[in-house]
């Protein structure tokens, strides 16, 4: 299961998402909060930036991106992730930041547009 998180689709099944923004004299520092909505975070649970490009043909490319530092804060039930998006990176309207929750055959997955977070 693939979901998106925006401003308007924040409160999903298993999670509430919370997102802030600051300008920086390097960029936009971006702080997205994951709360788990029962109990602890999952022990299967994952974070990390991707390239997200839809094809003209409909397919849809993703690839890691490992040129984006990141910070993450684990506690029990929530983990606040921190990055700065440079001046180039945010005319990269491909980047995304996911959250996946995988398991042996399946994978639940909240992908996240820092762009849309801007338009505020």
Known sequence: MEETVTPKTLDQNVFAFAVSTSATKDG?????????KKGEMPSNLGCGFVTYEQKEDGAVSEGPRTDIPYTIKKGAGIWTVEF?????????????????QTWEEAANMYEIDPHDFLKQ
């Not at 936009?28 to 788990?36: D, E, M, N, Q, S």
């Not at 700065?84 to 996946?100: E, H, M, N, P, Y």
């Open 28 to 36: 936009v520092l971006f702080r997205v909060t994951i709360t788990a």
């Open 84 to 100: 700065v998006l440079s001046g180039a990176q945010l005319k990269d309207t491909s980047i995304r930041l996911v959250f996946s």
